[in-house]
């Protein structure tokens, strides 16, 4: 058992380029959620996913897209990246009913230049 | 809308010392709290949460934290803080009444001097 599991660890980007960041979970959760970290800011929710084939937009959603094809996986795209978009995203995922825990990924560093 | 104020940037204390790391939330209905861990450049671990019943809190590596719900606050308290606690702390809140988010606070730094 896994958990979740994010590819890929580090990343470096021009400005402009386009990448796609994996979260994959093995624990059958229903929800997932994808956020970015930046220091003194916390974490901040990009998108999120309440089940396959769903999205939904959190609080800094411009500037990136989602799916969510698979009930594992949540893919989270960069189409033309921003150095703004610098910073470590997370993605966790938990169990339908709110009570439960939600668990996160180790993490992916992304640099834009 | 949910949210978490965590007032201290950093805390430190000598090991041994009792450790409390304090948290405030904001929400429109009955509160889900959860204190999370996170190691240097690890993702976040959970550590405990108020779901419903008795106030007192107990979770991993001697942790635990106090509801108290006339204050809105969940601190988060060890009794002999070790220098393997160092590291940064984020408390979060979710609204009972169906939201799906998790707000979280900006994160406390955790500094035990040896």
């Known amino acids: 058992n896994a958990g979740v599991t994010q590819t890929p660890k580090f990343r470096v980007l021009k400005t402009g380029q386009s990448m796609t960041l994996l979260c994959a979970q093995d624990m059958n959760h229903e929800y997932m959620y994808w956020y970015r970290q930046d220091p003194g800011m916390g974490l901040r929710l990009i998108h999120y996913?309440?089940?396959?084939?769903?999205?939904a937009k959190g609080e800094v959603p411009d500037g990136y897209n989602v799916s969510r094809l698979k009930k594992q996986n949540f893919l989270l795209g960069l189409e033309s990246a921003a150095p703004s978009q610098t910073s470590v995203y997370f993605c966790?995922?938990?169990?339908?009913?709110?009570?439960?825990?939600?668990?996160f990924g180790p993490g992916t560093r992304l640099l834009v230049l | 809308a949910q949210s978490v104020a965590q007032p201290e940037d950093q805390v430190n204390v000598a090991e041994g010392n009792p450790l409390t790391v304090k948290c405030t939330y904001s929400?429109?209905?009955?509160?889900?709290l959860f204190w999370y861990v996170q190691y240097p450049n690890r993702g976040l671990q959970f550590l405990l949460k108020y779901i419903t019943g008795d106030n007192l809190v107990k979770g991993s590596y001697g942790f635990e934290a106090e509801f108290n719900k006339s204050q809105t606050s969940f601190h988060l308290k060890k009794p002999s803080a070790l220098v393997s606690d160092s590291a940064l702390y984020f408390c979060?809140?979710?609204?009972?009444?169906?939201?799906?988010?998790?707000?979280f606070g900006k994160g406390n730094q955790v500094v035990v001097i040896p």
């Open positions: 929400v429109s209905g009955n509160p889900y």
């Open positions: 996913s309440v089940g396959e084939g769903t999205t």
């Open positions: 979060a809140v979710r609204d009972m009444n169906g939201n799906n988010r998790l707000a």
């Open positions: 966790a995922s938990r169990k339908t009913a709110g009570r439960e825990t939600q668990y």
